[in-house]
């Protein structure tokens, strides 16, 4: 099994930043894609940013220009930095990666337990 754990989330003011981190552990026998993802109270899960093995990154345009996101393959972590964070940046972020595991000819999504990001006024 793989298991993802987030750290980094809190409390901030309106312009300020945080970074996210996502480590992922457990059997894994490569990685392809790893995301994060958000969710604020009412409103469905939504994909911030993406990044494949290669660096390859796509963003959703509401964060695109203030969030970055990277990774360190030699760690299966990932990273997402988040500057000019506004009240509505307010969600619980979870980290997503799509991993092989021994004995697999393909990959399964595993998820992260989530972790919160307010943005005060």
């Known amino acids: 099994q793989v298991q993802l754990v987030e750290s980094g989330g809190g409390l901030v003011q309106a312009g300020g930043s945080l970074r996210l981190s996502c480590a992922a552990s457990?059997?894994?026998?490569?990685?392809?894609?790893m995301a994060w993802h958000r969710q604020a109270p009412g409103k469905q899960r939504e994909l911030v940013a993406d990044?494949?093995?290669?660096?390859?990154?796509n963003y959703a345009d509401s964060v695109k220009g203030r969030f970055t996101i990277s990774r360190d393959n030699a760690k299966n972590t990932v990273y997402l930095q988040m500057n000019s964070l506004k009240p509505e940046d307010t969600a619980v972020y979870y980290c997503?990666?799509?991993?092989?595991?021994?004995?697999?000819?393909?990959?399964?999504?595993?998820w992260g337990q989530g972790t919160q990001v307010t943005v005060s006024n």
């Open positions: 997503q990666a799509d991993a092989y595991i021994p004995g697999f000819t393909y990959a399964r999504a595993y």
């Open positions: 457990g059997s894994i026998a490569s990685i392809n894609t």
């Open positions: 990044i494949t093995s290669g660096g390859i990154t």
